[in-house]
């Protein structure tokens, strides 16, 4: 007998539109955060503890909810077992790197044309930042200003404008140069020019000019956008009843899983790892923490590493050859169901991205997916050391075929 489903995960790949609808307070967006009650990046956390970028998120987001008056405080807090942590990917969310989320850091909102949502916290910025596990009182004062400021101003302005179309942005974000998971620089650019004028007209003189120098000052500032967007059209397709597809890769720091179409809630896990580093001047590859983070996400739908070759610039921050990039991408799609129909890439003729990623063709091939992601410095409070280009290791795709044909 036929199965009614099948070709329905690509095609909710393929056809899912998803649109940027507002920024909220984590605790007004999903019922999952509250009182000493965060989400973190990655599968759940097991027995193996947690990695020092995400100890020192959380230090900082006990000080910022007024849990904690000190660092010291935090860490008794956290050591006593005396706050309830749960995975972004399990309640509707992502978040880069550590991926702390609490009450009040403001998350963007995203809803697919089928009136489910996803959400992911605003990005920081450059620098020392809560997401590499950074906690100094500039970090604090920021996520402050976002939340009081930054916030309430996109809200209005996506409001203004009607939301933005997250497919637009990403489809021109790879005519432009973007992959749109670690290289933003058109995406961003192209988000500022489309809120600035409800920006302006939402806040007052000041506000404004400091939202507008915000978001021109973080090239990264369209990641959070781009991995929410990412997350909404994997959780249609998590539900489209079409078993075997990848919905989900992401790292605690300790752990690395993956979700499946077809398994339900289940994570299928590894040990984490650091890829191939491309470390800033000054680092070694032993200052590396594992990866960590949900973004991405974003290979999941057909970009980042999926779409490397519509960005030859970001082998400056993540390694590898734009000389190869699309040989990469070509590997990329024997492993993976079809082509994009809307993210198409100039450089190979305006081809579609590969899209759809088969467990069982990744077992039959042996040939894992490719991500690149951001690097933090072991040591909580350290910041970001580099980024890298990560070959998943293969040992959760296997589990995930032996569950599926059993």
Same mark, same amino acid.
């Given at each position: 007998? /036929? ?16 649109? !940027? *609808? +507002? ?8 019922? @999952?955060?509250? %009182? ?6 990655g599968p759940p956390l097991g027995g193996e503890g947690m ?9 900082? @987001?006990?000080?910022?909810?007024? %849990? ?15 706050? %309830?942590? @749960?995975?972004? #990917? ?6 880069? $790197? ?11 909102? $995203?809803? /697919? ?25 500039? /970090? ?10 930054? +916030? ?13 179309? $997250? ?17 933003? *620089? ?33 090239? #990264? ?14 959780? =249609? *397709? #998590? ?6 597809? =990848? ?9 690395? &899983? ?16 650091i890829g191939e580093p491309k470390l800033f001047e000054g ?29 030859? !610039?970001?082998?400056?921050? *993540? ?26 890439i100039p450089a190979e003729g305006f081809r579609g991205t ?8 990744? =077992?039959?091939? &042996? =040939? ?7 690097? !933090? #410095?072991? %040591? ?21 075929? !032996?569950?599926?044909?059993?």
């Amino acid at each position: 007998m /036929t199965n009614p489903v099948a070709g329905a995960a690509l095609g909710a790949l393929d056809e899912t539109g998803v649109t !940027a *609808v +507002g920024v909220r307070p984590a605790g007004e967006v999903t019922a @999952a955060v509250g %009182e000493r009650r965060y989400l973190h990046a990655g599968p759940p956390l097991g027995g193996e503890g947690m990695v020092g970028p995400l100890r020192g998120a959380l230090i900082g @987001a006990l000080m910022l909810e007024g %849990e904690a008056d000190s660092p010291e405080a935090a860490a008794r807090i956290l050591d006593r077992g005396d706050l %309830e942590l @749960a995975s972004c #990917h399990d309640n509707g969310g992502v978040g880069a $790197m550590a991926g702390v989320v609490t009450p009040s850091i403001p998350v963007v909102v $995203m809803e /697919t044309d089928g009136g489910s949502r996803a959400f992911s916290p605003l990005n920081e910025g450059l620098g020392k930042a809560l997401r590499f596990g950074s906690y100094d009182p500039a /970090t604090l004062d920021r996520l402050r200003w976002l939340g009081a400021v930054a +916030g309430p101003t996109l809200h209005a302005a996506l409001g203004a404008v009607g939301g933005l179309d $997250m497919v637009d942005l990403w489809a021109e974000g790879l005519r432009r140069g973007d992959e749109c998971h670690n290289r933003n *620089v058109a995406s961003s650019a192209a988000v500022l020019a489309r809120l600035a004028p409800a920006i302006v007209a939402a806040a007052d003189r000041q506000d404004a000019v400091d939202v507008l120098s915000y978001i021109g000052a973080n090239p #990264h500032f369209f990641l959070a956008l781009s991995i929410a967007g990412g997350k909404a059209v994997s959780d =249609v *397709v #998590h539900r489209s009843g079409d078993p075997g597809v =990848v919905t989900a890769m992401s790292s605690n720091g300790a752990s690395l &899983g993956i979700r499946v179409s077809g398994a339900g809630d289940r994570w299928f896990l590894t040990k984490s790892l650091i890829g191939e580093p491309k470390l800033f001047e000054g680092y070694t590859p032993a200052d590396a923490s594992p990866v960590l983070g949900d973004s991405f996400i974003a290979e999941t739908v057909g970009l980042g590493a999926f779409a490397l070759s519509a960005s030859p !610039a970001i082998a400056s921050f *993540v390694g590898g050859d734009p000389l190869t990039a699309s040989e990469r991408v070509e590997e990329l799609r024997g492993i993976c169901r079809g082509t994009s129909s809307r993210f198409l890439i100039p450089a190979e003729g305006f081809r579609g991205t590969p899209i759809g990623i088969d467990v069982h063709k990744v =077992v039959a091939t &042996g =040939v894992t997916p490719l991500a690149n992601a951001g690097l !933090a #410095h072991r %040591e909580a409070g350290r910041g970001q050391v580099g980024a890298c280009l990560l070959r998943l290791p293969p040992a959760p795709f296997a589990e995930a075929v !032996a569950f599926l044909d059993a």
